[in-house]
């Protein structure tokens, strides 16, 4: 049996913390920033973890996490 393909478009934007949580960048960060303030932006950028809803999901598009 050949080997699971992981979904790449999923490998390039999560990642798998240290305590086994998934981590994902926000959204929202791209483009029509004008209107936005600076504390929402400032938030932007940070990392947060997936929800738990979405982890046995993800966690099937990538299956070596």
Do not use: V
Request: hydrophobic share 30%.
């Amino acid at each position: 049996m050949p080997k699971m393909k992981s979904n790449r478009g999923a490998a390039k934007r999560i990642r798998k913390t240290g305590s086994g949580k998934l981590a994902r960048m926000r959204a929202y960060k791209s483009h029509i920033l004008t209107k936005k303030n600076r504390k929402r932006k400032r938030r932007l950028r940070s990392r947060t973890t997936a929800s738990k809803a979405d982890a046995g999901r993800i966690r099937r598009m990538l299956p070596g996490t």
